[in-house]
């Protein structure tokens, strides 16, 4: 598996605040010194209102490059990325064309070489053109540095392809991500199946169409013996299936995005299309079952489905509109305010979650503040308080859900692989 990202001189400089990375123990007042983009030496300083975290990594964002360059690119995407306080970032394969071939990977990697400020994974297809019937050459693309394999955006309706593909995996020592959805029970659907959208009107997209196939994908990969990542859980049954499975010894992970966990049905009232996503956004009892699987560890992952779409393709009526809204620059001001504010995560679990939690699950190096380890460092002002405005996104498109709210909790520094590529 590789990252791709443009080559630069690695920066020296000096850090100091409250160091909290979860995952190594440290919850001290130091000063970092990076030289020549390592972690140099780690010493006592006095107390600041900054708090220095590994960087973050988001495990799935939607770049839409090749073919949607309008709604984003590698070099705006992975701007919007370092805003974010993010070091690394893996991008979907549902582009145009799809990343089913290696010629399609090799073109993006050359790319992201030339354009990317943070380092880029790419995900290739399962099956050739995201269709759900023949198998990519898995091979070939990790070969080529495919960081895992995924039909995201499409489900894999086919059992027999799933397990196929799944032991094709074993092969390439690469994960697969699974999209859980039966399209029969979830076609014509606007909106999670309840109360608000029958009030509404609006086409039902039931948790079943969810559950089902996490329970299939599941029973398919302790089937085979094969790791498998379950993709933006929404559903309470899903968090139970997978807690059950791994009780039971599967080796399954899974991801959640901030809206899942800040959300609930209720705020689709306002019809307005940016609240619109798939998963959709479901009930009370789902989103209490999101954040206890987020503080027990069933969810290792946050995963903002940074999903960017024209202005045009949002600006219609609640059922015309697409799914997806963007994420990277305000996960986790989101995730601080909605949740660590009100006493339901605490902020070590949201850290390790959006950090560590992702990079273990696809095999990459895990951010750390120690000597010698490459610095990837978030630098957040827990104080500072702002509101979310078109005019202040770095990415190409602006559909978010949090539009005109006002947050607490800032990324002001980012340092991914030894560079600062976000300064505030």
Same mark, same amino acid.
């Given at each position: 598996?590789?990252?791709?990202?443009? &080559?630069?001189?690695?920066?020296?400089?000096?850090?100091?605040?409250?160091?909290?990375?979860?995952?190594?123990?440290?919850?001290?007042?130091?000063? !970092?010194?990076?030289?020549?983009?390592?972690?140099?030496?780690? $010493?006592?300083?006095?107390?600041?209102?900054?708090?220095?975290?590994?960087?973050?990594?988001?495990?799935?964002?939607?770049? #839409?490059?090749?073919?949607?360059?309008? @709604?984003?690119?590698?070099?705006?995407?992975?701007?919007?990325?370092?805003?974010?306080?993010?070091?690394? !970032?893996?991008?979907?394969? &549902?582009?145009?064309?799809?990343?089913?071939?290696?010629?399609?990977?090799?073109?993006?990697?050359?790319?992201?070489?030339?354009?990317?400020?943070?380092?880029? +994974?790419?995900?290739?297809?399962?099956?050739?053109?995201?269709? +759900?019937?023949?198998?990519?050459?898995?091979?070939?693309?990790?070969?080529?540095?495919?960081?895992?394999?995924?039909?995201?955006?499409?489900?894999?309706?086919?059992?027999?392809?799933?397990?196929?593909?799944?032991?094709?995996?074993?092969?390439?020592?690469?994960?697969?991500?699974?999209?859980?959805?039966?399209?029969?029970?979830?076609?014509?659907?606007?909106?999670?199946?309840?109360?608000? *959208?029958?009030?509404?009107?609006?086409?039902?997209?039931?948790?079943?169409?969810?559950?089902?196939?996490?329970?299939?994908?599941?029973?398919?990969?302790?089937?085979?013996? #094969?790791?498998?990542?379950?993709?933006?859980?929404?559903?309470?049954?899903?968090?139970?299936?997978?807690?059950?499975?791994?009780?039971?010894?599967?080796? *399954?992970?899974? @991801?959640?995005?901030?809206?899942?966990?800040?959300?609930?049905? =209720?705020?689709?009232?306002?019809?307005?299309? &940016?609240?619109?996503?798939?998963?959709?956004?479901?009930?009370?009892?789902?989103?209490?079952?999101?954040?206890?699987?987020?503080?027990?560890?069933?969810?290792?992952?946050?995963?903002?489905?940074? *999903?960017?779409?024209?202005?045009?393709?949002?600006?219609?009526?609640? =059922?015309?509109?697409?799914?997806?809204?963007?994420?990277?620059?305000?996960?986790?001001?989101?995730?601080?305010?909605?949740?660590?504010?009100?006493?339901?995560?605490?902020?070590?679990?949201?850290?390790?979650?959006?950090?560590?939690?992702?990079?273990?699950?696809?095999?990459?190096? $895990?951010?750390?503040?120690?000597?010698?380890?490459?610095?990837? !460092?978030?630098?957040?002002?827990?104080?500072?308080?702002?509101?979310?405005?078109?005019? +202040?996104?770095?990415?190409?498109?602006?559909?978010?859900?949090?539009? +005109?709210?006002?947050?607490?909790?800032?990324?002001?520094?980012?340092?991914?692989?030894?560079?600062?590529?976000?300064?505030?």
């Amino acid at each position: 598996m590789r990252l791709w990202c443009r &080559n630069g001189r690695r920066d020296s400089l000096t850090l100091e605040g409250r160091v909290l990375a979860p995952a190594q123990g440290i919850d001290d007042c130091l000063r !970092i010194t990076v030289e020549n983009g390592l972690v140099a030496r780690l $010493e006592p300083a006095p107390a600041t209102r900054l708090v220095l975290a590994p960087a973050f990594v988001d495990p799935h964002v939607h770049l #839409r490059t090749p073919g949607r360059e309008d @709604e984003e690119t590698l070099a705006s995407g992975s701007t919007a990325a370092a805003a974010g306080g993010y070091c690394a !970032i893996l991008a979907m394969p &549902n582009t145009d064309p799809v990343v089913d071939s290696a010629v399609v990977l090799e073109g993006l990697a050359r790319r992201a070489a030339e354009d990317a400020i943070v380092p880029i +994974g790419f995900m290739a297809a399962i099956s050739r053109g995201e269709r +759900g019937e023949e198998l990519t050459d898995m091979a070939e693309l990790a070969d080529s540095g495919a960081a895992a394999f995924t039909d995201d955006g499409q489900p894999v309706v086919s059992a027999g392809l799933m397990r196929r593909a799944l032991q094709y995996g074993a092969l390439t020592g690469r994960p697969l991500a699974a999209h859980c959805e039966d399209p029969t029970l979830s076609r014509n659907g606007h909106a999670h199946e309840g109360p608000v *959208a029958t009030e509404l009107g609006l086409g039902p997209y039931p948790s079943l169409a969810e559950s089902l196939m996490v329970e299939r994908d599941l029973m398919l990969a302790e089937s085979e013996e #094969r790791p498998l990542h379950l993709m933006h859980l929404s559903a309470r049954e899903s968090v139970e299936a997978l807690r059950s499975a791994q009780a039971r010894g599967v080796q *399954a992970t899974g @991801e959640v995005t901030p809206h899942h966990l800040c959300l609930t049905d =209720e705020a689709v009232r306002t019809l307005d299309p &940016n609240v619109k996503m798939n998963p959709p956004l479901r009930g009370a009892d789902d989103r209490r079952a999101l954040l206890e699987g987020l503080l027990d560890g069933t969810i290792a992952a946050v995963a903002t489905d940074h *999903a960017p779409h024209a202005r045009h393709e949002k600006d219609v009526p609640f =059922e015309e509109a697409p799914f997806g809204v963007t994420g990277l620059e305000t996960a986790f001001a989101a995730l601080y305010t909605r949740l660590v504010l009100q006493g339901l995560v605490p902020l070590e679990t949201l850290l390790e979650r959006m950090s560590s939690g992702p990079a273990r699950i696809f095999g990459l190096e $895990e951010p750390r503040i120690e000597v010698g380890a490459p610095a990837n !460092i978030a630098v957040l002002d827990l104080e500072s308080e702002w509101e979310v405005t078109e005019a +202040g996104f770095r990415s190409r498109s602006a559909n978010s859900w949090l539009l +005109g709210a006002t947050l607490r909790g800032r990324v002001v520094k980012t340092i991914a692989d030894g560079r600062v590529v976000f300064e505030s």
